[in-house]
Nanobody, 120 residues
């Protein structure tokens, strides 16, 4: 199971840090990703980190968002800086067991319940 937290409302230019606590049955997952879904839009990939600690980001958030993990506490983070109104969405943490690109929603078999981020 994955449990997100840290969402909220913030003004443009502000920052938020999302957290995702990973349960024991998903600790060994190869890919850990963050996705988001805005009202009326499809869910989209935001960032991911693979088993070799390689992180990558969607172009719309590169340079503003940072994905990281604390393996001691099984917690993954998404630090979001310089937030824009277009970043408003429900944000989901996800995990994938199999090694892969880590950038496709279809790779992920474990999902959190989501945490709302509103920038206005």
């Amino acid at each position: 199971q994955l449990v997100e937290s840290g969402g909220g409302s913030v003004q443009p230019g502000g920052s938020l840090r999302l957290s995702c606590v990973v349960s024991k049955d998903t600790i060994g997952s190869y890919c850990m990703g963050w996705f988001r879904q805005a009202p009326g839009k499809e869910r989209e990939w935001v960032a991911s980190i693979d088993g070799d600690d390689n992180a990558k980001y969607a172009g719309s958030v590169k340079g503003r968002f940072t994905i990281s993990e604390d393996k001691a506490t099984n917690t993954r983070y998404l630090q979001m800086n310089s937030l824009k109104p277009e970043d408003t969405a429900m944000y989901y943490c996800a995990a994938a067991d199999a090694a892969g690109d880590c950038g496709s929603m279809s790779e992920y078999g474990y999902w959190g319940q989501g945490t709302q981020v509103t920038v206005s």
